[in-house]
Every structure is written in structure tokens, then in C-alpha cells.
């Protein structure tokens, strides 16, 4: 993940992107883990639930982003984690670990039929693999965004830096899992958002989905290639007569056990 994260604008939604870590959290049957790690812990939310389920053990939180560690280690309970930055794609914790959690990280990495099998093999026998990920490409979040990207004249900077989708489907990860863990659990849950202000959706992209392609952007062009795409996110996600905007979001969930 790009060091140009935005922490302020990640968390105007913090709350909805919160509850996936609580559900997968809530699927995590580990009484006394010793050492506890939060994969792409941004600005660490997540991890400071870890640290509150599991008091005595050492939890860890590593991000490739220097301004979310910032942010992580300002809040209310972050001196009581580590704090590590690191690129998850070639790290690895410095002894075998009891839970590895990762929530809405893993989708910006490649190559998941060696990823995970490489995670897996990071735990202590009979330790943990909880995974949540994003699995909502084909939605109209994207579909839009694709569009706006291939209709003006950025075209050509914004379509290498638009993605397949990056997760795959549900028996993909069973295929990878199943060899290597005494027991896998999969489920997908779509939530429904319910989201307040002007293009709300617009406002969520611009935090996680969306960066990739501003920053491909030359200054002057962004403003007018936002334009193009919150005119199709509105029509997408009309805002409601109460003043709210419903926004479908599809998350796929793994647990895993060594």
C-alpha cells in the first residue's frame, strides 16, 4: 500500500468499516493467544480491539503507511501495541504467531495462491488465519469509477492502474486453505451502508479505492475526472428522500485454523 494514505479521510467512515472487524473478530475461537498480529492495522482500530480481547497477549499492529501508524499510536490505548512498518508482502513476523488478523488489506496485494499458504505457514500449530476482504468489484463503485477512467483524456494514465478484481471467489481461497489448516470457515456477508452528505460514496472511495487513480492524475485533470465519476455515482446511489444513500458493500470472511 501506497504511503499516501489520507487517515482523516479513511476515517470519516470509521464506524462502517469497523463492524467487518467485529464480525470476523466475534469468529475467532483463540482463548490465550501469546502473540497476535493485525495486518494492515491503518490507523489501528482494529488492532486496539485485539488488545482488548486479548490483554496479556503481545499484539502488533504493521502497516506500510507511515502517517496511519501515526495516527494508530496518537489514539487513546496505542502505547500498549507495537506499532511496525513493513510492506505485508514480504513480511513475516520474527517467530511463529498465534493469530494473524487482517482486516480490508490483503485485496491490495497479489499473487493470493502464495500469500496465504506463506501466512498460514507464519502460525503456530493450531493457531489462527482471520482474513477479511472486500469482494465488491463488480459493483457499481467500480463499474463507475472504470468508466469515468476510460471516458476522457486520462484514459491513458488511468487504465493500467485500474485492477481486475483483486479477491477471488469463496471456493478459490477453500482450494488454497484446505491442504494446509485443520479446519477453514468462509462466508460472505453484504452489508448495507447507510450513509449521510453529499455522494457519500464518492467521499468513501476517495479514502481506500479511489487513490490509486488520483495520484495518477495530473492536478489540474482530478477535479474534472472526479466530476465524471460523481455524476455516475449519483445516478448509481441516489440519495434517498430522507437524506441518506444506501450503499451495498460485499466482504468475504476466512478463518482459518493450523
Not at 490483554?55 to 502517517?67: F, I, N, Q, R
Not at 465488491?136 to 468508466?147: G, K, L, Q
Not at 449521510?196 to 492536478?219: F, I, M, Q, S
Request: proline share 8%; with cysteine; hydrophobic share 45%.
Amino acid at each position: 500500500m501506497a504511503e499516501t494514505w489520507d487517515p482523516s479521510q479513511y476515517l470519516k467512515f470509521a464506524a462502517p468499516r469497523l463492524r467487518p472487524a467485529l464480525d470476523l473478530l466475534s469468529r475467532v475461537d483463540s482463548e490465550a493467544p501469546a502473540a497476535v498480529y493485525d495486518l494492515g492495522c491503518g490507523a489501528g482500530a482494529a488492532t486496539r480491539l485485539l488488545a482488548a480481547r486479548w490483554p496479556a497477549a503481545a499484539v502488533t499492529g504493521v502497516d506500510s503507511s507511515p502517517a496511519m501508524l501515526s495516527r494508530a499510536r496518537r489514539e487513546e490505548g496505542g502505547a500498549a501495541i507495537t506499532w511496525v512498518e513493513s510492506d505485508l508482502a514480504g513480511w513475516a513476523p520474527s517467530d511463529a504467531a498465534d493469530v494473524l488478523f487482517s482486516n480490508a488489506a490483503l485485496h491490495w496485494l497479489e499473487d493470493h495462491d502464495q500469500l496465504f499458504p506463506r501466512l498460514v505457514g507464519c502460525l503456530r500449530a493450531g493457531g489462527v488465519l482471520a482474513v477479511q476482504m472486500p469482494r465488491n468489484h463488480e459493483a457499481p463503485s467500480h463499474a463507475c469509477m472504470a468508466e469515468a477512467a476510460r471516458a476522457g483524456p486520462w484514459r491513458a494514465r488511468l487504465e493500467p492502474v485500474l485492477r481486475p478484481s483483486p479477491v477471488e471467489a469463496p471456493d478459490a481461497y477453500h482450494e488454497i486453505l484446505a491442504p494446509l489448516a485443520a479446519a477453514v470457515d468462509i462466508w460472505e456477508t453484504e452489508y448495507t451502508h447507510v450513509l449521510d452528505g453529499d455522494n457519500p460514496v464518492l467521499e468513501w472511495t476517495k479514502g481506500t479505492a479511489l487513490r490509486p487513480l488520483l495520484e495518477a492524475l495530473e492536478v489540474g485533470e482530478r477535479e474534472r475526472f472526479l466530476a465524471e465519476y460523481a455524476a455516475r455515482l449519483s445516478d448509481a446511489y441516489p440519495r434517498r428522500p430522507d437524506g441518506t444513500t444506501l450503499f451495498p458493500f460485499r466482504r468475504l470472511f476466512i478463518v482459518a485454523r493450523r
